[in-house]
């Protein structure tokens, strides 16, 4: 392994603080093309995980631009001239869906498209993330759930194909009765195209690759004949916003339930509908007590998270707009005013933990499990 590259492994984040928020060190042991800038990773693990969920991923945040700040003094107690230690990097939380067998028959598997002007996230396991090495991930997040029990129709765009692929393998072991169609640019940007229908053939599978066959189809149209042979099934789409508003509003005069994964956060607001996801995180000044017995005061214009960062707490986050649940921070007393959309009603009125990038104390005080 080349030592001269320390962001090949784990050791370039902050452990610690990836550790105490529940992440894990897992081995890649392969790291594969499956199309057109889409790397799989498959992971060292086979624990089950519900189908459609989706594993965070800690990778180093972009170094700043050279000459950025001010150089740092040499630590105490270094010799003269000799760089000093860098610290650890900061961690950007990423989200990727597991599409490999849910019920642990296979090992973890994510596939990461390569966003170029990202950033940094899925360039930087594609530019240095290779066989042997480690990623911290936290474990299975199921968002995107799965309705076992009903036939189902997935409608998957682009990279879309991975939380997918995991439900359909799971209806397929059930014996349910599915159909995907997948729609991508082409074939060679459509991981695991080729795989699936060699796999499950056509009476399941349907590759529509929009250059090769003159555009997109009419959804609604593909839809509806095997939705009317299939009263109780349930859509699940995942891909474009684009894509997922069109099956939405296509099959909206129809009685089938439709499911989406979508981390966009206005369109993740837009999906879990009123009264969830404010974008906004004012209000009433509070009080946050830390378990540690110290407290931070939250102005009426600022959320906990940039309280946090304010008075020197470092908390993981990803989204900030409440849609990812990367924050979720558990709450050892008092109540939030809960204004994300990932946790559900229910999960809500439990009070058990909160998403302090958008969520606020319900009271003058709140105190939760963080410390400095």
Do not use: K
Not at 80 to 86: Q, R, V, Y
Not at 139 to 157: D, E, K, Q, T
């Amino acid at each position: 392994m080349d030592t001269q590259t320390p962001a090949r492994t784990s050791e370039a984040l902050d452990r610690d603080l990836l550790e105490r928020a529940g992440f894990r060190p897992v081995q890649v042991t392969r790291a594969e093309p499956v199309a057109e800038a889409v790397l799989a990773l498959t992971l060292d693990s086979r624990q089950p995980f519900a189908p459609g969920a989706h594993l965070e991923v800690a990778v180093p945040a972009p170094a700043p631009a050279p000459g950025a700040g001010m150089a740092p003094s040499p630590a105490a107690g270094s010799e003269a001239g000799s760089p000093p230690e860098a610290p650890a990097a900061e961690p950007l939380i990423r989200h990727y869906s597991l599409c490999s067998d849910p019920t642990g028959a296979t090992p973890w598997q994510i596939a990461v498209l390569r966003h170029e002007d990202g950033d940094g996230g899925s360039e930087w396991i594609h530019s240095h993330v290779q066989a042997g090495d480690e990623l911290f991930v936290r474990a299975p997040r199921a968002s995107f759930h799965f309705r076992a029990a009903l036939p189902a129709l997935f409608i998957a765009g682009g990279v879309g194909i991975t939380p997918l692929r995991s439900m359909l393998t799971f209806a397929h072991g059930l014996g349910l009765d599915w159909r995907l169609l997948y729609i991508g640019r082409s074939e060679a940007s459509m991981a695991f195209a080729r795989e699936l229908e060699a796999e499950f053939g056509a009476e399941h599978v349907e590759v529509w690759a929009t250059a090769q066959r003159g555009g997109r189809p009419d959804l609604a149209a593909a839809a509806e004949e095997w939705l009317a042979a299939h009263p109780t099934a349930v859509v699940y789409t995942c891909g474009p916003t684009a894509l997922m508003d069109a099956v939405t509003s296509g099959l909206s005069a129809l009685p089938h339930r439709v499911e989406r994964e979508d981390f966009d956060p206005e369109s993740a607001e837009a999906a879990s509908g009123a009264g969830a996801g404010t974008p906004t995180t004012v209000g009433p000044p509070f009080t946050v007590e830390l378990a540690d017995g110290s407290e931070v005061a939250v102005e009426r214009n600022e959320s906990i998270l940039e309280a946090f960062s304010r008075a020197g707490i470092r908390s993981l986050s990803s989204c900030r707009r409440g849609t990812c649940g990367t924050c979720e921070t558990r709450i050892l007393c008092g109540e939030a005013d809960h204004r994300d959309a990932v946790l559900s009603p229910e999960e809500q009125a439990e009070q058990s933990s909160m998403m302090v990038c958008v969520s606020r104390a319900a009271g003058e005080r709140i105190t939760l499990d963080v410390q400095r």
